[in-house]
T-cell receptor, first 111, second 119 residues
Framework: GDSVTQMEGPVTLSEEAFLTINCTYT??????LFWYVQYPGEGLQLLLK?????DKGSNKGFEATYRKETTSFHLEKGSVQVSDSAVYFC??????????FGAGTRLTVKP | EAGVAQSPRYKIIEKRQSVAFWCNPI?????LYWYQQILGQGPKLLIQ????????DSQLPKDRFSAERLKGVDSTLKIQPAKLEDSAVYLC?????????????????FGAGSRLTVL
């Protein structure tokens, strides 16, 4: 079945460091891909999405490009801030059915 | 716009007791989901409603879990009797997308979740 695999955490970075969180997927056809973020004590929030190959989703300085050839959707940010500390989830959905989530990657940014 | 409302935020019960969680989705959202998020894991779908009908409940442990959305708006998830392994955060989400649409961008809006601890 469809699934998402993301890099294990936790990830600890210093402020202004470069961030990459890897995400790869397994799915038939052409899924839509998402990154959700969960801040402490809050629900999941959509960070960005891409619905077809080569699309780049971006929001709040975060970017991810839908790479069908490598079945990947890696999350990147050029300069992280303390306020980016959260758990990040990669997810996919196909034909608007069940949204499948990765296990999440906890990011801690230190001043 | 008001978000997805859930209650209670926290609940502690003993095993074999029952518990119910309530969710009110964003107004106008036809699709409602219940997810289970065990500590250290990603959310797992329990049940999906389209209006007041069940679309997918294949991962719902029906011997102890039940859910309803009688008027196509708010929903209740019940666990009876609870087991230790049911300790998790129960997330409700909603979306505007109907099954008939095929834009492929099914964006879910999540509530803050209900954290259940079973002792």
């Amino acid at each position: 079945g469809d699934s998402v695999t993301q890099m294990e955490g936790p990830v600890t970075l210093s402020e202004e460091a470069f961030l990459t969180i890897n995400c790869t997927y397994t799915a038939t056809g052409y899924p839509s891909l998402f990154w959700y973020v969960q801040y402490p004590g809050e629900g999941l929030q959509l960070l960005l999405k891409a619905t077809k190959a080569d699309d780049k989703g971006s929001n709040k300085g975060f970017e991810a490009t839908y790479r069908k050839e490598t079945t990947s959707f890696h999350l990147e940010k050029g300069s992280v801030q303390v306020s980016d500390s959260a758990v990040y989830f990669c997810a996919l959905t196909r034909n608007n059915n069940d949204m499948r989530f990765g296990a999440g990657t906890r990011l801690t940014v230190k001043p | 716009e008001a978000g997805v409302a859930q209650s209670p935020r926290y609940k502690i019960i003993e095993k074999r007791q029952s518990v119910a969680f309530w969710c009110n989705p964003i107004s106008g959202h036809a699709t409602l989901y219940w997810y289970q998020q065990i500590l250290g894991q990603g959310p797992k779908l329990l049940i999906q409603f389209q209006n007041n009908g069940v679309v997918d409940d294949s991962q719902l442990p029906k011997d102890r879990f039940s859910a309803e959305r009688l008027k196509g708006v708010d929903s209740t998830l019940k666990i009876q009797p609870a087991k230790l392994e049911d300790s998790a955060v129960y997330l409700c989400a909603s979306s505007t997308v109907r099954l008939a649409e095929s834009s492929g961008a099914n964006v879910l809006t999540f509530g803050a979740g209900s954290r259940l601890t079973v002792l």
